[in-house]
């Protein structure tokens, strides 16, 4: 039986890229295992050059002086880097969900933070708009798309601050002038490959102007110095996204996977919005293209919703365990064709009632 995979993370991966990874694993250089090689041996080097490269080609920021690193530590290891690299006195901050809210905690440790505005009033069923951010910030931060609560960022505010934005649940899926971010961060298991590694890409000119000093392997200075391979790197997780990457590109590029995402959502939205057993948990104009929430009407039929869904090979889509509810995550590597099945399995549920 095919299975449907709407896992929020980790995400569902092309099945060419986990052929070409398992192969990898077996036979990589003449005979040795991608983990098994020298992470300085020109194979891997060669890697590591590719998927940088990859991630600027892929946002259009090839040649227009921004770096792509590939760290460990995941996108909470960011929310630390980014404050001791760019906090000097102050940083604004728009907290839409537990993410930014952590970024929050973790930036108030190195310099003073206005939160320039929330939707915790809401249990952040929204994303919200007409906030002000101080002119005298050190960066303003955002996430631009919140696995947990489904709501997504269309639009990003101008200013002449530099912005920090948080994609890790979006990267690639959409098209966007990708130059109005001084840095943006992405842990890859949510839209680009396994858990393990998290692309940095930054503007360089908005470094060394914090006069604290910075442990080394924090100091994105140092890390750009080292291409990415200051310490051991996370070889699976960063061939497996320069694998994906290189999948996307292949597909010819972000533009035509964002066709496809519009499609899913579209498929998915209306089948909610229809559907009286079916209600969504974030506002309509602030819907996520990644991650679709929604709870049942009658809490009777979970049950046989569930039952229904795994007769169908449908998986990964309980809600977060703080909500509840239903979340399905359709990353980029999750087919129209899945999202089909989803929606008739709605849909019978609702003839079945």
Not at 140 to 166: A, R, W
């Amino acid at each position: 039986m095919k299975k449907h995979n709407f896992s929020a993370g980790p995400c569902v991966l092309p099945k060419e890229v986990i052929q070409k990874a398992s192969e990898a694993l077996l036979d990589f250089d003449n005979g040795l295992s991608l983990i098994e090689i020298s992470h300085r041996s020109k194979p891997f080097v060669d890697v590591m050059e590719k998927a940088r490269r990859l991630a600027l080609q892929l946002l259009d920021l090839e040649g227009k002086g921004y770096q792509a690193l590939f760290l460990q530590g995941g996108a909470s290891t960011q929310f630390v880097m980014v404050a001791l690299n760019l906090l000097e006195t102050e940083a604004a901050y728009l907290n839409t969900g537990t993410w930014s809210s952590n970024a929050i905690k973790e930036a108030k440790l190195y310099g003073k933070v206005h939160e320039v505005a929330s939707s915790a009033d809401k249990s952040f069923s929204y994303v919200p708009k007409n906030y002000t951010i101080p002119a005298n910030c050190d960066y303003f931060h955002c996430t631009s798309n919140n696995t947990i609560f489904g709501t997504q960022l269309t639009t990003f505010p101008k200013t002449d601050i530099p912005m920090v934005c948080d994609m890790s649940s979006d990267i690639f899926s959409r098209t966007l002038d990708f130059s109005q971010f001084a840095l943006i961060y992405a842990g890859a298991q949510k839209n680009m490959g396994p858990a393990g590694t998290t692309l940095v890409v930054v503007r360089e000119d908005i470094l060394n102007k914090v006069t604290r000093s910075i442990p080394s392997i924090l100091n994105y200075n140092v890390q750009i110095a080292k291409n990415s391979m200051f310490n051991t790197p996370p070889v699976f997780a960063v061939y497996t996204s320069m694998l994906t990457m290189e999948w996307l590109q292949n597909l010819g590029g972000i533009s035509v996977i964002e066709a496809e995402n519009n499609k899913k959502a579209q498929l998915i939205y209306s089948e909610i919005d229809l559907n009286p057993l079916f209600t969504g948990f974030a506002a309509k104009e602030d819907r996520s293209k990644m991650n679709a929430t929604f709870n049942l009407t009658e809490t009777k039929l979970k049950e046989t919703f569930e039952t229904m869904l795994q007769k169908e090979g449908i998986s990964g889509l309980n809600g977060h365990r703080s909500v509840g509810g239903y979340r399905a995550s359709m990353y980029n590597a999750l087919t129209l064709d899945s999202v089909g099945v989803l929606v008739d399995v709605m849909s019978e549920l609702e003839r079945k009632a």
